[in-house]
């Protein structure tokens, strides 16, 4: 499939997909088993794209049909919605995505080690859980321990996307990466436009309802 950007808008309601699910709670306290991977992707040397969060995986569905040549991975705590972007996956025949249902809190690490050394080339994390309360600023998805595991695993040159519709929760997480010294941020100010083919939902809502996106791309230093 080709040109997805001259796709017909997803009717704008559908985006409220934002009940908060709390990481530090019992049930997503236990580590996930990563899948074999020689069994999960046709292709399981291609470089991946990894999406943390990947809510009801509309974009990476978009991305993996435009982009074969790549392996996608998305990470989503809220179970539902990996149970059904899998059987999308299932329906349209996609050999190159895949969905896990886990806490990247104590999952994230795992996973990465289970994969093949340098395959992870391109991260994102958009629009995360804003968890506007003071006290649950700890719930929020990017932490200096989420950082570092991707300084671990991202081959030199790989990006991470970041995006969010609440300046404040995207300069925490830009503070975040800028501190660990493996990555550089490119440019100092919010990214004009996405640099990715394809919008997530939330963004595409964001923008026609004529409301800022604050973007920011970091890159692992040579």
């Known amino acids: 499939m080709t040109n997805d950007q001259n796709k017909e808008v997803k009717p704008l309601p559908r985006v409220r997909v934002r009940q908060h699910v709390n990481p530090l709670s019992k049930k997503y306290l236990t580590p996930v088993t990563p899948p074999p991977w020689e069994k999960v992707y046709h292709q399981p040397m291609q470089p991946l794209h990894l999406d943390i969060g990947s809510a009801r995986g509309e974009f990476l569905l978009d991305m993996a049909t435009q982009q074969p040549d790549w392996n996608f991975l998305g990470l989503e705590i809220r179970e539902s919605l990996v149970e059904k972007a899998q059987e999308l996956v299932a329906e349209l025949g996609l050999n190159n995505l895949h969905f896990i249902f886990c806490n990247v809190d104590n999952s994230l690490a795992p996973v990465l080690a289970s994969l093949p050394q340098g395959l992870l080339k391109r991260v ?87 409301q800022p996106v604050y973007r920011a791309l970091f890159v692992i230093a040579d």
């Open 124 to 210: 994102t994390i958009q629009f995360p859980d804003p968890w506007f309360k003071k006290r649950h600023a700890k719930r929020r998805v990017v932490k200096p321990e989420l950082v570092t595991t991707l300084a671990n695993y991202l081959v030199k040159g790989g990006e991470v996307l970041i995006q969010s519709d609440v300046e404040a929760v995207a300069q925490e997480m830009c503070d975040r990466f800028t501190e660990n010294p493996a990555f550089q941020r490119q440019g100092t100010d919010w990214l004009a436009t996405n640099p990715l083919p394809v919008p997530t939902e939330r963004e595409t809502y964001t923008i026609a309802c004529r």
